[in-house]
């Protein structure tokens, strides 16, 4: 299956937590009685217990970590709010010779 950008997938009726830095891959995932397993290219990125309550989400808390730092390098990436990336317009009127000046 491939992992959805919220880095949870579903088995069954509950939701188990994925390493997001596999947002968008192609992973694998293995069940039995008593345990979940999601592998990527045969590594173990996620290994929960099973469980078996309906519409239980099951959280490794190094996977919200993870997660929380992803975010916080994607917001350093952003301008600040406040880096004014607009231009005047009539830097436009000019450009296309509306004012009679030469831009």
């Given at each position: 299956?491939?992992?959805?950008?919220?880095?949870?997938?579903?088995?069954?009726p509950?939701?188990?937590?994925?390493?997001?830095?596999t947002?968008?891959?192609?992973?694998?995932?293995?069940?039995?009685?008593?345990?979940?397993?999601?592998?990527?290219?045969g590594l173990?990125?996620?290994?929960?217990?099973?469980?078996w309550?309906?519409?239980?989400?099951?959280?490794?808390?190094?996977?919200?970590?993870?997660?929380?730092?992803?975010?916080?390098?994607?917001?350093?990436?952003?301008?600040?709010?406040g880096?004014?990336?607009?231009?005047?317009?009539?830097?436009?009127?000019?450009?296309?010779?509306?004012?009679?000046?030469v831009?």
């Amino acid at each position: 299956m491939r992992l959805d950008r919220d880095y949870y997938m579903r088995l069954a009726p509950s939701d188990y937590s994925v390493d997001p830095h596999t947002i968008g891959r192609m992973v694998e995932v293995a069940a039995d009685l008593e345990r979940v397993r999601v592998r990527l290219e045969g590594l173990v990125i996620a290994d929960h217990a099973r469980i078996w309550a309906r519409g239980m989400t099951i959280t490794d808390p190094t996977h919200v970590a993870a997660a929380r730092g992803l975010r916080q390098r994607l917001q350093q990436l952003r301008p600040a709010p406040g880096d004014d990336l607009t231009r005047d317009l009539a830097d436009y009127d000019r450009a296309f010779g509306l004012t009679g000046e030469v831009a």
